[in-house]
């Protein structure tokens, strides 16, 4: 079983930026695609951008193309999200999640088997 933390949420204006980091431990991190997944109030959790195990193949959910990025580091065992252009329709709680396989067929959340504990993100207007 792989435990996931992440860090980097806050408090950011709209326009601004915030780095997310998931630090995983607990299996071989390189052998795994890794996502990150999002939740506002009032609403279900939703996918937000994935990576494949090597970070040579990446996946965003429309609403954050060009300005989140996914990108993985597998020598620190860790994913991270960067997000630029903030806007207060992002806020939520970011999840960072596990991948079953190498890789990832669609957008699920089935396709992932564990879940970090989340990271608050709050853009105010």
């Known amino acids: 079983q792989v435990q996931l933390v992440e860090s980097g949420g806050g408090l950011v204006q709209a326009g601004g930026s915030l780095r997310l980091s998931c630090a995983a431990s607990g299996r071989t991190f390189s052998r795994y695609a890794m996502g990150w997944f999002r939740q506002a109030p009032g609403k279900e959790r939703e996918f937000v951008a994935a990576i494949n195990w090597s970070g040579g193949a990446t996946y965003n959910e429309d609403s954050v193309k060009g300005r989140f990025t996914i990108s993985r580091d597998n020598a620190k065992n860790t994913v991270y999200l960067q997000m630029n252009t903030l806007k207060p329709e992002d806020t939520a709680v970011y999840y960072c999640?596990?991948?079953?396989?190498?890789?990832?067929?669609?957008?699920?959340?089935?396709?992932?088997?564990?879940w970090g504990q989340g990271t608050q993100v709050t853009v105010s207007s």
């Open positions: 999640a596990a991948g079953r396989s190498f890789y990832i067929a669609t957008m699920s959340a089935s396709e992932f088997e564990s």
